[in-house]
């Protein structure tokens, strides 16, 4: 099989499993988020930010370095290494695993203080601690398989583990939510401990049954440590910063005059109830970008320049289409996802307010993930350290004036701000072309003329918002657009050889 049928094939696979994944994590999300409340919703939001330093920590940029250092390995035909990476990179990620934990478990009661206010999470955050060793090994198997394009067993294990932990909490989070939110806290994170704990036994498991060439003798760790350690830096000052944001949130947000119950509410509302909609369609493109990481950095090591231009062209050109057209057909219903999926009129106006960002956001990650392909991983983080740091700044100065709307304009100005750079740096590196009447201006007249006339078509009555209606319209909607767009393609871009653009 050629690598691009290769290619191909891991993508939609992978693009299925995340389809479904958050198909499912979306409605899960949903139950959650009423099962608890607004308010248990933000506490645990923000908790799972402050845990998400420390994972950044316990796996200190090894699951990049993996997958780069074994595609590299790869490129050169020198399987002996591969195996030698993948032993460095377990050494290394056991290391910063364990210490990890020990840190947190230090600092949980202060961590819980800055966060919520109070003690009610440090339960919570020690649980939590226990699952940083399994996650930051994973991330090293989990990279490892993506360098063979063995995607199809990191696709298995994330079916599995996510079916286990979500119907362990439909049976028993109602129970534990009786008792308030720091039980719920503490309920969600012992599921999620274990969850991860079981995603590093089946990998494991499924990487006793692989085919590898003895290491031999020699290191890598000296190789592991030049790529890992920057980017490790690097994303310890970003999530940082990115933490130091989430905690000032529910904090800003009281000096605009909320409540401590409502502050916390809003912040739920849009990290556990819009963004997940708008990221949602975001898992066949996180799916196929993340597959651009190890071909790139074959290409790269081949010598293939040509092969990655033409990728680049593919990805950069089609990847706008994609997000144009779900922003636009987002926009209209966003009413109906709010009764829908949340009952919840301030999330339908968060997700409507979010909905120009789509495209940016879409494009950002598939151009990074060509930027860490190619070596430009430190390069990428340094800019999205700034934009973290913008963000902060933002947030301190606009949530007070504005409310919650001040930062989803931070949001919005931090996406078209990383796109910008990381873009800039793509085109400087990579020789790849974007026809902007293709990939932007005819995507856009066709997914609004599309969202436009479903609108009208079907209406919107809350007595008859139900998940299936709303998918029936959205699904007419990208109907309306695929017959628009082809038709349109057909006419406006055959060139004289008579291929399209």
Request: glycine share 8%; hydrophobic share 50%; proline share 4%.
């Amino acid at each position: 099989m050629t690598s691009k049928r290769i290619f191909i094939r891991n993508g939609i696979l992978l693009g299925a499993v995340g389809v479904l994944s958050r198909t499912v994590g979306l409605f899960f999300g949903a139950y959650v988020t009423r099962t608890v409340g607004a308010a248990g919703m933000g506490m645990y939001t923000l908790l799972m930010t402050v845990f998400g330093f420390a994972v950044t920590f316990a796996t200190s940029g090894v699951g990049l370095t993996v997958t780069r250092l074994a595609a590299d390995a790869m490129g050169d035909g020198d399987p002996a290494r591969m195996s030698r990476v993948l032993r460095s990179c377990i050494f290394y990620a056991a290391g910063f695993g364990l210490f990890g934990t020990f840190l947190l478990l230090c600092l949980a009661r202060p961590l819980s203080v800055l966060t919520v206010g109070d003690g009610s999470g440090v339960p919570a955050l020690c649980v939590l601690a226990l699952s940083l060793c399994p996650i930051a090994l994973s991330s090293v198997l989990s990279g490892y398989f993506v360098s063979l394009r063995h995607v199809g067993k990191n696709a298995l294990t994330q079916i599995f583990t996510q079916g286990a932990k979500i119907l362990v909490t439909v049976l028993f989070l109602p129970k534990a939510a009786v008792s308030g939110a720091a039980s719920s806290c503490l309920f969600l994170s012992a599921v999620s401990a274990g969850s991860d704990t079981v995603c590093l036994l089946l990998l494991f498991l499924l990487f006793c049954s692989e085919k590898r060439e003895p290491a031999g003798e020699g290191s890598e760790m000296r190789s592991v440590f030049g790529m890992a350690i920057p980017l490790a830096v690097s994303a310890y000052i970003r999530q940082a910063l990115i933490t130091v944001e989430h905690i000032l949130i529910p904090k800003r947000l009281r000096l605009h005059g909320a409540t401590p119950e409502e502050s916390l509410a809003s912040y739920g509302v849009l990290q556990g109830m819009a963004l997940p909609i708008l990221l949602y369609p975001m898992a066949p493109l996180t799916s196929f970008s993340g597959l651009l990481v190890p071909e790139f950095a074959e290409c790269r090591s081949s010598g293939r320049q040509d092969r990655m231009s033409r990728a680049a062209s593919l990805a950069v050109s089609r990847t706008p289409i994609y997000g144009i057209t779900l922003s636009a057909i987002t926009w209209p219903f966003s009413s109906e996802h709010r009764y829908t999926v949340y009952r919840s009129y301030e999330a339908g106006k968060l997700i409507a307010a979010l909905a120009p960002v789509v495209p940016i956001m879409y494009l950002d990650h598939v151009t990074d993930a060509m930027l860490k392909g190619i070596g430009e991983q430190v390069y990428s983080m340094w800019v999205n350290i700034s934009d973290a740091a913008l963000s902060v700044l933002l947030v301190f100065f606009l949530l007070p004036e504005f409310g919650i709307m001040g930062y989803v304009g931070a949001i919005l100005g931090m996406e078209a701000y990383n796109f910008v750079l990381s873009y800039a740096r793509l085109k400087k590196r990579v020789s790849f072309r974007v026809p902007l009447s293709f990939a932007v201006v005819l995507p856009a007249l066709c997914a609004a003329a599309s969202a436009w006339i479903s609108g009208r078509l079907f209406g919107f009555s809350m007595a008859e918002a139900t998940p299936f209606r709303l998918i029936s319209e959205m699904l007419f909607a990208v109907c309306l657009f695929l017959f628009f767009f082809t038709a349109a393609k057909n006419l406006l871009f055959k060139n004289k050889s008579g291929t399209f653009v």
